[in-house]
């Protein structure tokens, strides 16, 4: 007999080390088995009233109706979150759950409530996307979800909340395929579709004249549907469309660089990985092609940094809105970088902390149903992304919209149209 | 021809990171039969060490040592550092298995490649990190090859990569070290029975193929830029890839192999699709298996009844 | 050595059983001890009741456990039992899963009968199989992983760009590229609906016990043991006249039926199939649990799913 | 067992050696002795525990019982290399050559410990192979099997060795081949190197040995002069076919 003894230790040993090791790559990470853990909300406002001076402006948040409130018992609910803390994409859902926690935090502080966050981590793998979506609705204190992040990680968890409990809402930060909103009863989503980004970037080349764009994707969900959509656009104004498409993984972009027609007026790339997008400018630059590189919105990020390039943006500028340069500032002072993928996070968490509140100011305890109904309602004259958020009846964002923005020399950006 | 000749030199610069990584594959594989799947990662450190000894020292736009000290620097410290890992790997990952199933050591790799991963998650964070080259040496400084301009940063990973291929070969061939790396990769205990204590060889190649990965890291970090925790499973796929079709366990193989993909990957790309790239380096390695059963330089063990 | 008389393997009993490899060796040890009758009694009979007792999110997690089982189970014919090292396997798993969301969808749009779909997946697998397995008669060892391991590598490839392929017309986007196929059908079981977790629990427990009971069979039979003497050494068993080529293929085609069986209910149970749910970490998952298992026993690689179905992450 | 006394000391004593792979018991008691300047065989079939005793003396096996003293010190715990490095060299069975390397790097490989020039040893070994050295820039793996074997002892004595062990060196090849296969153990052995031939092919061994050793299923049978042993009944009938 061969020794056999010692060996499946080892191996034991090794996938231990490998699980401790990413159970502590998130702050507080849930496993992706769907194990879930609470995270413990922020103190009361009455007792930090030594943050005020920092607190984030008020005017974004309804009014209380009644100074009385104090009667009322506590508003107490958690809120679940779907994304990728860790795995291929994780620098997406990193900045997600900061902001998710950075949003329950303002909230819990400005509306003396007690909202907790039930991290979920689905490593952008839509199995795991199920699974946690039947734990939420398992969860009876959880009144709604934020997440989950990619429309085939939507489809996944969608079936679950829709064959489990349609009460159950979820809110997605970042799903933007056309129609998907309309498909799952509970799903709201704080972006803008592709039905508007695309035509938006189209509308924007085709007033700069453009006769020929050279259109790469990334082969992601995000970016196929992103990609379909301008072509659409840019084929039905009479321009010209090369296509083709690189997967994610690859960071040699030189031999893609060559193949660019020099008649091309612009280089559209609807990619996810910003940093991605930045060596692809670098690369330009070094065969000495100058034509102008437009990015999607996930290249609104600082990662991408090439002068003169366009990108397409849910806001005019964040930290030129009233208001949100407070926000931005305190979540910087805390989580130190930010992403595009950000924000509307926090818009999503907003949606369903001041639904559950409105249902607490009726005198009510939030039920799924009845934070659903005032998710529907909501209308909010301001966000962080400097636009009103309310939703249409699918729950898509109403009236949603994009901005174009030149990336200057200096790295900042200024609205191009 | 203009853009044969860029095409030609893209696939030049990917070809010789790959090869460098392929070579740590196939002395592994050669000398333990063994897949290191944790290669990939022990590249992805040192394109890391890179980039922290390039931040420590003020930056791409604003060094503050010379620019050849810098770079000198950035190579030594992610040789340092993946020869760190790599050796330990072999001490804790692969020793203990040496005599069990074949299988155990490979699924250990594996979860060493795992491990590996998570803890750069947990030591980086998952933001993608940039070398920012082109600002510590101008996109614009090349040597004119004909009709085109090659970068000095793609030049000085063309030539490092060669130097080191060379150097490598003189030191198998030539060396009593080298000479006994050859002899324990053919036949382990024949070579211990010459004296060869096989430990020590065994880790000295680990030291020598993590440390050429550690270099391809810095190389990648530096032309390619972009540096992040999964960086290295792709590219130890590719050089995995590049190893088996050279003909795993032969070095010559592995800088034939990591160039051969490095062009097919260009040359697909420009004359065919991109999107098609990893299926056609994919589809080009089933059938060189399927002609060359043991890849273009492997050579046919004897079978023994 | 030992005493002339004493019944050698009865006398060794004790050590055979100390040699149980794996993580869950000493609660197969103790397992061990129960009679045969009580043994299934215990295990169905807790097996059973589970989803009766738990919430939706732990049946979820139940089936994901009994996939997981049914697919180490099939990994164990050809790795533990043939002794192949197949790193393709999951492309069956998945081959299956994108053939029933085809089929059962708007996406073609087809809408099979799930008792004509599901032996034709089952059959179309096995035959991808047995097509992989032709060049392993050339390749041996770990050339035989890397071949497999590419083919994976490119059916991912494939279904995510499918619609991009020359050869196919743009409206023929039979895998809806990086979007998958959403809305999946549930079976449908002559007007019986798999449609809910628990349904589709009880299916993948049925089927997980018919798979271990025909496993069981297979093991003790001629081929079973033909496998053992191939694992062991393919050289001699050729010299024993053993037709390896032909034990190679079986055991390539049955791990894909399986897989392939597998992988048609998980696009039902997740109501959808996309290209990431076949990449390779789901592979080395499959791999983990019928190494941590103890790979070549059916009751090991079953606890060993168990036991990585459940640990997070692995 | 041999008890003799004899003039020369000891350079080998195995004591009392029990090894094991895992369970199975494969040498038993094992005592034997190798003089300085002798020559000695250990005899015996097939799966009769004969490599076992050479990896054994070597290092690559320990023993789980039992001493190997070499050249007047105790090495059972020593590493295979201190062994080479204390004057044992093997050629071993199948000659075991590196067959994608040259002839002279095959050789250099046997002199692999010593950091001093081996140019005169390299000398020594063309003087006895004179083939090897026209041979030298050659793949060792393309020589014939005669060839091979003359690759293998060279190798061998490259670390000038004061034991050197034999690994069935008549296996593989044809008879003429093995006459002067042991012709060349008996020059070497006559320029004063103590050999340890482990053989299969009793006849032969015994013809040039001084003493031999039977070995059967793990156990030493027999041990006794050669002559003795080439006269022995039992023996004649089991291996010498007579």
Redesign the interface.
């Known amino acids: 007999m061969k020794k056999r003894s010692q060996w499946p230790k080892l191996v034991l040993l090794f996938v231990a080390m490998a699980l401790v090791a990413a159970a502590c790559g998130g702050d507080d990470d849930a496993g992706a088995g769907g194990d879930t853990t609470t995270t413990a909300a922020a103190a009361p406002a009455a007792t930090t009233t030594a943050t005020t001076e920092a607190a984030p402006a008020t005017t974004m948040a309804p009014e209380p109706t009644t100074t009385t409130a104090v009667e009322m018992q506590p508003c107490v609910a958690s809120i679940g979150f779907i994304g990728p803390i860790t795995g291929p994409v994780a620098f997406i859902g990193e900045v997600q759950l900061n902001w998710m926690q950075y949003a329950v935090d303002v909230f819990n502080e400005e509306l003396s409530i007690d909202i907790s966050i039930v991290e979920g981590d689905n490593q952008f793998d839509t199995a795991q996307s199920a699974t946690l979506a039947a734990q939420f609705v398992d969860n009876a204190d959880m009144v709604a979800a934020v997440g989950p992040a990619g429309s085939d990680n939507v489809d996944a968890a969608g079936a679950v909340f829709e064959d489990l409990d349609s009460d159950f809402s979820f809110v997605s930060p970042s799903s933007t395929r056309v129609g998907i909103a309309a498909t799952y009863t509970g799903m709201f989503r704080t972006v803008p579709t592709d039905a508007e980004q695309g035509p938006t970037t189209a509308d924007y080349m085709i007033a700069q004249g453009a006769s020929k764009v050279f259109l790469i994707d990334d082969q992601s969900s995000y970016s196929t549907g992103l990609a379909d959509s301008t072509t659409a656009a840019l084929e039905a104004g009479g321009v010209e469309v090369v296509t083709e498409s690189v997967s994610q993984d690859v960071t040699d972009f030189s031999a893609l660089v060559s193949t660019i027609p020099d008649d091309a007026d612009f280089v559209y790339l609807p990619w996810q990985v910003a940093a991605n997008g930045q060596i692809f400018a670098n690369q330009m630059a070094e065969q000495g092609k100058t034509i102008r590189i437009f990015g999607s919105d996930g290249m609104d990020s600082e990662d991408f940094t090439a002068a003169g390039s366009l990108v397409a943006t849910f806001a005019p500028d964040i930290a030129g809105v009233a208001g949100s340069a407070d926000l931005l500032a305190g979540f910087l002072a805390e989580y130190e970088s930010t992403n595009t993928f950000g924000p509307p996070v926090f818009v999503a968490a907003q949606v369903i902390i001041e639904a559950t509140y409105r249902v607490c100011m009726t005198g009510a305890t939030p039920d799924r149903a009845s934070v659903q109904a005032e998710i529907r309602n909501t209308d909010l004259a301001d966000s962080i992304l400097g636009s009103p958020v309310s939703f249409t009846s699918d729950g898509d964002l109403a009236g949603g919209q994009f901005f174009i923005s030149e990336i200057q020399e200096d790295g900042t950006k200024k609205i191009a149209g | 021809m203009e853009f044969f000749l860029q095409q030609t030199v893209n696939g030049l610069t990917l070809g010789s990171v790959y090869a460098l990584l392929a070579l740590g594959y196939s002395m592994v594989y050669g000398i333990l039969k063994l897949l290191n799947f944790a290669h990939g990662e022990v590249y992805m450190f040192g394109a890391f060490a890179g980039y922290g000894v390039l931040t420590v020292l003020g930056g791409a736009s604003a060094p503050l040592v010379p620019i050849w000290l810098m770079i000198l620097l950035m190579f030594l410290a992610a040789i340092v550092v993946s020869s760190t890992i790599g050796v330990t790997l072999e001490r804790f990952a692969y020793r203990p298995l040496r005599n069990s199933t074949r299988i155990a050591p490979l699924i250990s790799a594996v979860g060493a490649s795992f491990f590996l991963q998570a803890a750069a998650l947990l030591l980086f964070t998952a933001n993608s990190r940039t070398y920012d080259a082109p600002k510590l040496i101008a996109i614009q400084t090349g040597i004119p090859i004909g009709p085109i301009r090659v970068w000095m940063v793609r030049v000085l990973v063309i030539v490092t990569s060669f130097t080191l291929m060379i150097l490598l070969t003189l030191w198998v061939n030539r060396t009593r070290t080298g000479k006994a790396v050859r002899a324990v990769s053919y036949d382990r205990e024949a070579a211990a029975m010459m004296g060869i204590d096989v430990d020590k060889v065994i880790v000295v190649t680990f030291l020598i193929g993590s440390a050429l990965a550690g270099v391809g890291g810095v190389m990648v970090g530096l032309v390619f830029g972009r540096v992040f925790h999964l960086m290295g499973f792709v590219a130890g796929l590719k050089a995995f890839t590049a190893a088996v079709v050279g003909g795993i366990g032969s070095i010559p193989g592995a800088m034939f192999g990591g160039l051969l993909i490095g062009f097919a990957e260009a040359y697909t790309t420009g004359y065919l699709s991109s999107t098609f790239q990893n299926l056609i380096v994919f589809g080009l390695l089933i059938v060189v298996l399927l002609v060359r059963p043991r890849g273009l330089f492997g050579r046919q063990e004897l079978v023994k009844v | 050595m030992s005493q002339i008389g004493v019944d050698q393997w009865v006398e060794q009993s004790d050590e055979r059983r100390d040699r149980y490899s794996g993580w869950t060796a000493p609660a197969r040890r103790a397992f061990d001890k129960l009679p045969t009758g009580w043994k299934l009694a215990v295990l169905l009979g807790a097996v059973a009741v589970y989803p009766l007792l738990v919430p939706q999110g732990e049946i979820r997690i139940g089936i994901t456990v009994l996939l997981l089982a049914m697919l180490a189970l099939g990994l164990n014919v050809v790795v533990g039992w043939a002794g192949l090292l197949d790193l393709g396997f999951v492309a069956f798993y998945g081959f299956g899963a994108y053939f029933y969301a085809i089929v059962a969808s708007d996406q073609l749009p087809a809408h099979w009968p799930t008792w004509i779909a599901i032996p034709i997946i089952v059959a179309a697998s096995a035959l991808l199989g047995a097509l992989l397995s032709l060049p392993s008669r050339r390749l041996v060892g770990d050339y035989l992983a890397i071949m497999t391991l590419f083919f994976a590598q490119i059916f991912v490839e494939l279904v995510r760009n499918f619609g991009r392929l020359p050869f196919v017309s743009e409206d023929l986007d039979l895998t809806g590229g990086p979007n998958g196929i959403p809305g999946v059908e549930a079976w449908d079981l002559f007007g019986f609906q798999i449609n809910s977790f628990k349904r589709h629990y009880y299916l993948l427990l049925i089927l997980t016990v018919v798979l271990i009971a025909g496993l069981h069979n297979l093991n003790a039979s001629r081929t079973g043991r033909a496998w053992r003497a191939l694992r062991e050494d393919t050289l001699a068993a050729e010299h024993m006249t053993t037709p390896v080529n032909k034990l190679k293929l079986l055991a390539f085609v049955v791990g894909a039926a399986i897989a392939g069986l597998a992988g048609s209910i998980f696009a039902a149970v997740q109501v959808g199939v996309f290209p990431n749910n076949f990449a390779l970490p789901f592979l080395i998952t499959i791999y983990a649990a019928v190494i941590l298992g103890g790979s070549g026993s059916i009751s090991g690689v079953v606890l060993g799913a168990v036991a990585i179905g459940y640990i997070p992450d692995a | 067992m041999s008890d003799e006394m004899s003039d020369s000391a000891a350079l080998l004593t195995l004591s009392d050696i029990n090894t094991f792979y ?2 199975i ?1 494969i040498l038993q008691d094992i005592s034997m002795e190798i003089r300085i300047g002798e020559l000695v065989c250990l005899l015996g079939g097939n799966a009769s525990g004969k490599s076992t005793t050479l990896k054994t003396i ?1 290092g ?1 096996v320990s023993p789980r019982s039992g001493t190997i003293e070499f050249d007047g010190a105790d090495v059972t715990e020593k ?3 201190f062994r ?2 204390q004057g044992m060299a ?1 050629v ?1 069975e199948n000659r ?6 040259t002839v002279l ?1 095959n050789l ?3 002199a ?2 010593r950091d001093d020039d081996h140019s005169e040893d390299l000398e020594q070994v063309y003087q006895l192979f004179p083939l090897l050295a026209d041979r030298k820039g050659q793949l060792a793996g393309t020589l014939s099997g005669g060839e091979q074997q003359m690759v293998a002892m060279g ?1 061998a004595l490259m ?1 000038r060795p004061k034991l050197l062990l034999m690994d069935e060196p008549s296996m593989g090849l044809a008879p003429i081949l093995v006459e002067q296969s042991f012709e060349i153990i008996q020059q070497v052995h006559e320029a004063g190197v103590s050999i340890l031939v482990v053989e299969q092919n009793a006849n032969m061994a015994l013809s040039i040995a001084d003493h031999g050793y039977v070995l059967a299923t793990g156990r030493i049978v027999l041990a006794d002069t050669a002559e003795v042993l080439t006269e022995h009944e039992g023996l004649k009938k089991a291996y010498l076919g007579r």
């Open positions: 895992g369970q018991h070597l690559i590493s295979t290399s080479i490095a093997i071993p075991r050559l590196f067959a994608p390397m790097e250099e490989m046997g692999y410990l190798r670390s």
